[in-house]
């Protein structure tokens, strides 16, 4: 067996003491859908499997969404929950005026106690790139989840070229780790059985 284990994508993302899934929202879906390069049903997929194993494991899971516009009572950007995604009475719901999650307060404090958390959803470019860009800035960890996030695409470039440069750019700020990696880490361990020394 020749290949390397990169033992940090385990280390760094077991320390995740909250979930955050972002811009689960209708629209955002039907928008990123209409990129067929878009891999957006695998994404969500490993959504559904983050929110579960969170779920199981009692971790909090905290969903986003943009706020209201001032005025009106309509949301910026914003419709209804993706069927299968509405929070849960037991999840916390913060609206952002602007993409970083930390434009709420609440969320600011709640993140301030934990230190730590794991973050995917939908509109990848904006919200998980400019969160964890704020997360650095204030000595948080966050490890975003890769393969249950996607990414809109822009003019002349796909939503897979998006993706893949926001990955990129998250990796500057944040650990990047497979769902699939995460599930594992954050996964209680029994070392029971085990021979060491």
Avoid at 29 to 37: F, P, S, T
Avoid at 44 to 65: D, K, Q, V, Y
Wanted: glycine share 6%; aromatic share 8%; charged share 20%.
């Amino acid at each position: 067996m020749n290949s390397v284990i990169d033992m940090r994508s385990y280390v760094s993302p077991s320390s995740s003491r909250l979930l955050v899934m972002v811009d689960l929202q209708e629209s955002n879906y039907d928008e990123l859908a209409k990129d067929r390069a878009s891999d957006l049903a695998r994404s969500m997929e490993n959504c559904t499997r983050a929110l579960r194993h969170a779920r199981s494991l009692g971790l909090p899971i905290a969903f986003t969404r943009p706020s209201r516009n001032p005025g009106t009572t309509e949301r910026a950007g914003q419709s209804a929950w993706i069927s299968g995604f509405e929070p849960k009475r037991s999840d916390m719901v913060f609206e952002r005026p602007q993409p970083s999650c930390y434009t709420n307060q609440l969320f600011e404090d709640v993140v301030s106690r934990i230190g730590n958390f794991a973050i995917a959803g939908l509109v990848a470019e904006e919200t998980c790139l400019a969160t964890a860009i704020d997360a650095s800035h204030r000595g948080h960890r966050v490890t975003f989840l890769s393969d249950a996030s996607a990414s809109r695409g822009r003019i002349a470039t796909d939503a897979v070229a998006v993706h893949a440069v926001t990955t990129n750019a998250i990796g500057l700020f944040a650990d990047t780790v497979t769902t699939r990696h995460w599930l594992v880490a954050t996964s209680p361990r029994s070392f029971r059985g085990h021979r060491y020394g």
